[in-house]
């Protein structure tokens, strides 16, 4: 595995356009999509209904989300998941947004996983581009995509 954590300040990508989501989404010949439903759920404000059917799409029957200490919905355990949604939270850390824990699928991969599940329409290139700059700009990352990156540059 070609991935560490680092520890380093803010820096500049000497080529940032090679981290533009279409360029990604040209290289990689993903289909372009017009709209993504990762964002637009990330994005918006959910009843909790919506939660509800969320939760129900992907976590084990009992199980209930974790909070923060304010009661705000913090993530879901993976081993809590039903198995195909943790096999696509575990695919979607490994694929297209690094990060150092697998085993807290954290809210806004609960959206990216529940869009996948309902076949919604996802720009691939904008949400590896995101993890990417999230990499380059942050004071800690866990660094991730080799392959993606390399064959990038």
């Known amino acids: 595995d ?3 954590v680092v520890n380093r300040g803010k820096n500049n990508l000497a080529n940032d356009s090679l981290y533009l989501p279409d360029v990604i989404d040209a290289i990689f010949e993903f289909r372009a999509e017009d709209h993504c439903w990762v964002r637009q759920r990330r994005d918006t404000a959910h009843t909790d209904e919506e939660y ?3 939760f129900q799409t992907l976590a084990m029957p009992g199980m209930d989300w974790h909070y923060t200490s304010r009661g705000v ?3 879901l355990q993976a081993t809590e998941m039903m198995p195909v949604a943790k096999g696509w939270a575990k695919w979607l850390v490994r ?3 690094s990060c150092l824990n697998e085993t807290e699928i ?3 991969r609960c959206h990216a996983v529940y869009a996948i599940m309902r076949g919604e329409p996802i720009r691939v290139g904008e949400m590896i581009a995101r993890s990417i700059k999230r990499m380059i700009t942050a004071a800690y990352a866990y660094i991730g995509h080799p392959f993606v990156i390399t ?3």
Request: charged share 15%; with cysteine; proline share 0%.
């Open 106 to 108: 954290i809210m806004s």
């Open 73 to 75: 919905r913090a993530h």
């Open 151 to 153: 064959t990038l540059c």
């Open 95 to 97: 694929n297209f947004e």
């Open 52 to 54: 509800t059917e969320m």
């Open 2 to 4: 070609l991935s560490v």
